[in-house]
C-alpha cells in the first residue's frame, strides 16, 4: 500500500500527550502527523488498521509502527 518514497521515510515524530486516553483522538493525530510528513498513503493505512485493531492497546502498538512516538 505505501509508496517506495513513504517506504523509507523516516517515522516522523508525534507527541501524544494532551490526548487523554481517546483512542479517536490518537488516532486522529497519528494521522496528521503522517499527513503532514507527507505520507498521505501510510495515514490512510494506518487509520484502516487502528479502526479494525480488536482493542486500545492494539491501537497503541500501531502507533509505534508508524510514527515516532514522543
Same mark, same amino acid.
Not at 12 to 35: E, M, S, W, Y
Not at 43 to 67: K, Q
Given at each position: 500500500m505505501t #509508496?517506495?518514497?513513504?517506504?523509507? =521515510?523516516?517515522k516522523p515524530p508525534c507527541?501524544? %500527550?494532551g #490526548?487523554?486516553?481517546n483512542v479517536? =483522538?490518537?488516532?486522529?493525530r497519528v494521522?496528521? %502527523?503522517?499527513?503532514?510528513?507527507?505520507?498521505?498513503?501510510?495515514a490512510s493505512e494506518f487509520?484502516?488498521?487502528?479502526?479494525?485493531?480488536g482493542s486500545y492497546d492494539a491501537v497503541l502498538a500501531l502507533c509505534f509502527e508508524y510514527v515516532d512516538v514522543r
Amino acid at each position: 500500500m505505501t #509508496t517506495p518514497n513513504e517506504t523509507t =521515510a523516516p517515522k516522523p515524530p508525534c507527541h501524544l %500527550v494532551g #490526548t487523554d486516553g481517546n483512542v479517536f =483522538a490518537i488516532i486522529g493525530r497519528v494521522k496528521q %502527523v503522517l499527513k503532514q510528513a507527507g505520507q498521505e498513503t501510510r495515514a490512510s493505512e494506518f487509520v484502516e488498521r487502528a479502526f479494525a485493531a480488536g482493542s486500545y492497546d492494539a491501537v497503541l502498538a500501531l502507533c509505534f509502527e508508524y510514527v515516532d512516538v514522543r
